[in-house]
């Protein structure tokens, strides 16, 4: 069965920096990853994409720039590092595995696996 399990949430101010993680568990292909928010009251959206080499990352467009999403595939894990933190970043981050290898797995996939989630709030 297969797990995801985010890490790393939390609190900052406006301006700061977190680092999401999400460890997959329950298979050993290598698959697209990817970051999903989810605002009070709104649907989840779409955040940053990796394939599955690392080599092709996609992003919304406000945080490009800001944040860097990146893989280790010996640790089977995908990592959201977000700089320059805005109070509109606040949210429930959702990890995202896809079932094919490219970042359209992510970005346009159904019926993927989901995280737990983990809180992100920034504060001004």
């Known amino acids: 069965q297969v797990q995801l399990i985010e890490s790393g949430g939390g609190a900052v101010q406006a301006g700061g920096s977190l680092n999401l993680s999400c460890t997959a568990s329950g298979t050993t292909e290598i698959r697209a990853m990817g970051w999903f928010r989810q605002r009070p009251g709104t649907d989840r959206r779409f955040v940053a994409a990796i394939n599955w080499n690392g080599a092709v990352t996609d992003y919304m467009n406000t945080v490009e720039g800001r944040f860097t999403i990146r893989r280790d595939n010996a640790q089977n894990t995908v990592y959201l590092q977000m700089d320059n933190l805005r109070p509109e970043d606040t949210g429930v981050y959702y990890c995202?595995?896809?079932?094919?290898?490219?970042?359209?797995?992510?970005?346009?996939?159904?019926?993927?696996?989901w995280g737990q989630g983990t809180q992100v709030t920034v504060t001004s």
């Open positions: 995202n595995l896809g079932h094919t290898r490219g970042t359209a797995a992510i970005i346009g996939g159904t019926d993927n696996y």
